[in-house]
């Protein structure tokens, strides 16, 4: 089945600091993948996203590139703020075999604390 | 993108009541997941649902202790049953607009059983 591997945490860093957080999956087929943000008290939010190989996903600084060779989506940012703090959580969702569904797959999830 | 409210946001419980999560959706979307997270872990998917058929529940999850209603393309429930401490966790709703693309997260709710 298909599976999502992350770094754990806690991650702590100081502000301004690179921020990279690992990812790596096995999956069946040409899965998408994501980054999805989960701030204190609140529900998770997609950060970025990639759709095939070679793919780019980027937003608020954050990047993380889609390699099939590696079977990674690793996410980083060049300098991270206060504000960043937050449980980031990779996923994919491809298609079954069985039922034609798109079961989603979660990451256990990394926490950041950056201090100022 | 899709905006999704979450009621109760939080609750406190007796054991052995049961809880009724509702999730409002503001658009119609064809596909809702309703998932489990307990306290600094990952998310666990309890069931999908389509409106019109039956809920598919995820192993070690059955309809006795989670059913689920989805009466139409906005709107699903969840009902916690018979509840005990364990079942303390936080609820999340969740949707997707394109079939295996990304996935849209109400607030939660957060229920304590005592």
């Known amino acids: 089945g298909n599976s999502v591997t992350q770094m754990e945490g806690p991650v702590t860093l100081s502000e301004e600091a690179f921020l990279t957080i690992n990812c790596t999956y096995t999956a069946t087929g040409y899965p998408s993948l994501f980054w999805y943000v989960q701030y204190p008290g609140e529900g998770l939010q997609l950060l970025l996203k990639?759709?095939?190989?070679?793919d780019k996903g980027s937003n608020k600084g954050f990047e993380a590139t889609y390699r099939k060779e590696t079977t990674s989506f690793h996410l980083e940012k060049g300098s991270v703020q206060v504000s960043d703090s937050a449980v980031y959580f990779c996923a994919l969702r491809s298609l079954m075999a069985s039922g034609g569904s798109y079961i989603p797959t979660f990451g256990r999830g990394t926490s950041l604390i950056v201090h100022p | 993108s899709a905006v999704i409210s979450q009621k109760p946001s939080r609750d406190i419980c007796q054991r052995g009541t049961s809880l009724t999560i509702q999730c409002q959706v503001d658009?119609?979307?064809?596909?809702m997941f309703w998932y489990r997270q307990q306290p600094g872990q990952s998310l666990t998917l309890i069931a999908t649902?389509?409106?019109?058929?039956?809920?598919?529940?995820e192993s070690g999850f059955v309809i006795d202790k989670f059913p689920i209603s989805r009466p139409n393309l906005t709107f699903s429930t969840l009902t916690v049953s018979n509840m005990s401490p364990e079942d303390s966790s936080i609820y999340l709703c969740s949707v997707e607009e394109v079939p295996g693309e990304t996935q849209y997260f109400g607030p939660g709710t957060r229920l304590l059983v005592l």
């Open positions: 649902a389509n409106q019109g058929s039956e809920a598919t529940y």
């Open positions: 990639a759709t095939k190989a070679d």
């Open positions: 658009s119609q979307v064809t596909m």
